[in-house]
T-cell receptor, first 114, second 109 residues
Framework: DAGITQSPRHKVTETGTPVTLRCHQT?????MYWYRQDPGHGLRLIHY???????DKGEVSDGYSVSRSKTEDFLLTLESATSSQTSVYFC?????????????FGPGTRLLVL | GENVEQHPSTLSVQEGDSAVIKCTYS??????FPWYKQELGKRPQLIID?????GEKKDQRIAVTLNKTAKHFSLHITETQPEDSAVYFC????????FGAGTRLTVKP
């Protein structure tokens, strides 16, 4: 497995509370991604980063923000968690653009919003 | 944006049989098509990929074919084994990667 870790691995929170998920890589890859995985939907892109402080929205970005202050860390924040954000969140990394390079996934974070 | 459809959603085969999973995509500019395998509770892992300048690629028991004209690509697994049981995802990428909804493959011993 590529050197990708996610923390926490499991989290239970209440509606309306802020939540931050962390992705850490040791591969020095330029691109980092956040996906959510829900039954029947496969993996859907939330946000991605193409360098330090460079981020862009994905397919399902509403209600999420991201930050990347270091090459190795990519943070996903749910400003005010809702039950619809209950999901499994995967971080991924690649050395080039999605159209050119393979993406490698982290172990995932299972988030339950009550 | 890109839209990827994957069929079937579930597939059950007998050990030793072949399995075929099909995907269609909408964006003719997509040029990279990976396949991921995800075991229960684990991360998706790349098993094979193909680029738009290639029509077919093989890796041991796994092969992928791409028909750019028809905008569809397929995963073929031969001589299936129980350890092939998992959820398989196709994806298509131009700038963003879009994934199919997944196929749950069960290989019965």
């Amino acid at each position: 497995d590529a050197g990708i870790t996610q923390s926490p691995r499991h989290k239970v929170t209440e509606t309306g509370t802020p939540v931050t998920l962390r992705c850490h890589q040791t591969e020095n890859h330029r691109y980092m991604y956040w996906y959510r995985q829900d039954p029947g939907h496969g993996l859907r892109l939330i946000h991605y980063s193409y360098g330090v402080k460079d981020t862009d929205k994905g397919e399902v970005s509403d209600g999420y923000s991201v930050s990347r202050s270091k090459t190795e860390d990519f943070l996903l924040t749910l400003e005010s968690a809702t039950s619809s954000q209950t999901s499994v969140y995967f971080c991924a990394i690649s050395n080039g653009r999605a159209s050119q390079e393979t993406q490698y996934f982290g172990p995932g974070t299972r988030l339950l919003v009550l | 944006g890109e839209n990827v459809e994957q069929h079937p959603s579930t597939l059950s085969v007998q050990e030793g049989d072949s399995a075929v999973i099909k995907c269609t995509y909408s964006d003719s500019a997509s040029n990279y098509f990976p396949w991921y395998k995800q075991e229960l509770g684990k991360r998706p892992q790349l098993i094979i990929d193909i680029r738009s300048n290639v029509g077919e690629k093989k890796d041991q028991r796994i092969a992928v074919t791409l028909n750019k004209t028809a905008k569809h690509f397929s995963l073929h697994i031969t001589e299936t084994q129980p350890e092939d049981s998992a959820v398989y995802f196709c994806a298509a990428s131009n700038n963003d990667m879009r994934f199919g909804a997944g196929t749950r493959l069960t290989v019965k011993p």
